[in-house]
């Protein structure tokens, strides 16, 4: 059945997620041994995902790269030096409730703190949600901020998950940006067309497409096995709706550390119509460290990406620092250290 057909499919499997580290280990056949530090490590960072994305993992396969993505381990609760709570210093560029300004011409609003996965390398696994949920009633502050800056002519949609928020939710937000001038763009960062491409309905897509704003979606894919026809189906849709789709991907060791999987992947995402735009080295969030890579690696894997991969088939690879007016560069010099 069309996962464009099914209007309240994606709210049922929204509902429905894995929580419990036993049954996605039962579920796997796994190692019952894994089962008490994967239970320690949910408590500090609860496991989520869905049952679509658990189903393209490899039943026995403890190494799968999409269960390394999601599965709690152990090592998350180690204190390791560098890696912070708050990695990128958001928490300097948070003016008001759900509003994060931190490049100029734009402004990332935090719509909602819900996911439909929780990937354990995430940045803002400690975000303060708490104090940056604005709901509807913040709204009006987070309009205020954009109408009185007339630089900002773009908004990007992030969380949490802002594909998580019902069309009504996103459709009232919409009318209320359109009120504003000076905004050009809307940008919706979002890994539910990927672990749960039932959300990509005819009822969003007729939505989505009458926006008169320029559209940006930039999804999250780490592994080309993250791709089925599913998520294929679900990218044609939202082409169809005149929106640009983007990728950025995270280098994660013993995920997508080897140049033939990253050469997959961008070949993948780009059967499926989306162009690689980010590949990102790990932001050094507390329960992260083993999913990091050295910045000689990093360098090299992008190397090898170059000699195998057409130009415009080879994403940035890019960190982010706190404070810098944009992404930094980490292509154009190769590691000599």
């Known amino acids: ?111 909602t703190s819900a996911c439909a996965v929780h990937c354990r390398y995430c940045f803002r696994r400690h975000f ?46 919409t009318d209320q940006l359109l009120q504003i001038p000076h905004v050009k763009r809307l940008r919706i960062h979002t890994r539910l067309p990927v672990v749960l491409p039932e959300r990509i309905t005819e009822d969003f897509i007729h939505w989505i497409s009458h926006i008169p704003f320029d559209k940006i979606m930039v999804i999250h894919v780490n592994h080309p096995n993250e791709i089925n026809d599913d998520v294929r189906q679900a990218m044609q849709g939202l082409r169809n709706a ?16 080897n140049v033939n999987t990253l050469r997959t992947l961008s070949e993948v995402l780009f059967s499926a119509g989306v162009l690689p735009y980010y590949l990102h080295t790990l932001d050094k969030v507390h329960g992260a460290s083993h999913f990091d890579i050295t910045l000689r690696e990093a360098q090299e894997l992008y190397a090898g990406m170059i000699k195998k991969l057409p130009g415009y088939l080879v994403p940035r690879l890019v960190c982010e620092e706190p404070g810098m007016s944009s992404k930094t560069l980490l292509s154009t010099v190769l590691y000599t250290g």
Do not use: C
């Open 128 to 173: 303060p949600y708490e104090d940056n949920n604005p709901g509807m009633g913040g709204w009006e502050k987070i309009f205020a901020y954009i109408k009185q800056d007339k630089s900002i002519s773009e908004v990007i949609l992030s969380g949490g998950d802002p594909l998580s928020a019902s069309d009504r939710l996103l459709k009232l937000f």
């Open 242 to 257: 005149g929106i640009h789709l983007l990728n950025q991907t995270v280098l994660l060791k013993r995920v997508n550390n």
């Open 1 to 111: 059945m069309s996962a464009l057909k099914n209007k309240h499919l994606w709210q049922e499997a929204l509902s429905d997620l894995i929580t419990d580290p036993e049954e996605l280990l039962t579920s796997l056949e796994l190692d019952p041994a894994l089962l008490d530090r994967a239970r320690a490590a949910a408590r500090a960072f609860p496991l989520k995902v869905t049952r679509g994305f658990a189903a393209r993992m490899q039943k026995g396969n403890p190494d799968d790269p999409l269960l390394l993505q999601v599965l709690p381990l152990g090592m998350e609760l180690n204190d390791m030096p560098g890696y912070t709570s708050d990695p990128l210093q958001e928490i300097n560029v948070n003016p008001i409730p759900g509003l994060l300004h931190k490049y100029d011409g734009r402004v990332l609003v935090t719509l």
